[in-house]
């Protein structure tokens, strides 16, 4: 069936450095692809999306791409800060951004360091 | 703020025990959507309704129901509960139906009711 992974938490970094939180997934057909994002004490919220190969979605500095030969969407920002501290969600939806039956991944803490 | 309200946000209870959990969607969304979060489970989609008929199931168990009334809102019932169940529940709302038509919109998630059972 299918399945999301994510790498294992807790990632921690130093205000500034670059972030790369690994997703990779496993799905027939042509699935979308989600980042939500979960602060202490509140629920998920969409921080980008792609709905096809090759796409590249993109939201706050974070960027993440449709890779269909290597069957990942890593999440990457070039320099983070404290307000990133959060849980990262890696999510697989249906065709073209369908988002009933989400598969989400196990979660990601990333804790920054001022 | 996303608009989503869950009440309430604690709910501490004995096994074997029943509880309703409410759910309020944001203004004009029709989805309405169920997931649980456990420790050893991470997020797991339980259900969905749009505009009060149930539009999709995932791994809901049958101890567990949910429903949508006219005026929108949901409630998801869990009875019979037992250890395992306690979890974080969340609802999230949509503007569509959760598929592809091009007026769907991501979903919005409310802060969760945390359920201990005890």
């Known amino acids: 069936g299918n399945s999301v992974t994510q790498m294992e938490g807790p990632v921690t970094l130093s205000e500034e450095a670059f972030l790369t939180i690994n997703c990779t997934y496993t799905?027939?057909?042509?699935?979308?692809l989600f980042w939500y994002v979960q602060y202490p004490g509140e629920g998920l919220q969409l921080l980008l999306k792609?709905?096809?190969?090759?796409d590249k979605g993109s939201n706050k500095g974070f960027e993440a791409t449709y890779r269909k030969e290597t069957t990942s969407f890593h999440l990457e920002k070039g320099s983070v800060q404290v307000s990133d501290s959060a849980v990262y969600f890696c999510a697989l939806g249906g065709y073209g951004g369908a988002t009933n039956k989400l598969i989400f991944g196990t979660g990601t803490l990333l804790a920054v360091q001022p | 703020d996303s608009g989503v309200t869950q009440t309430p946000k604690h709910l501490i209870t004995a096994t074997g025990q029943r509880v309703t959990l409410r759910c309020s969607p944001r203004?004009?969304?029709?989805?309405v959507y169920w997931y649980q979060q456990s420790l050893d489970q991470g997020l797991q989609f339980l259900i969905q309704y749009y505009n009060g008929e149930e539009r999709a199931k995932g791994n809901i168990l049958e101890r567990f129901s949910a429903q949508q009334f006219p005026d929108l809102h949901s409630e998801l019932n869990l009875s019979s509960l037992e250890l395992g169940d306690s979890a974080l529940y969340f609802c999230?709302?949509?503007?569509?139906?959760?598929?592809?038509?091009?007026?769907?919109?991501?979903?919005?998630f409310g802060n969760g009711t945390r359920l201990t059972v005890t």
């Open positions: 799905a027939t057909g042509y699935p979308s």
């Open positions: 792609a709905t096809k190969a090759d």
């Open positions: 203004s004009g969304d029709l989805s």
């Open positions: 999230a709302s949509s503007a569509g139906t959760g598929g592809t038509s091009p007026y769907n919109s991501p979903l919005h």
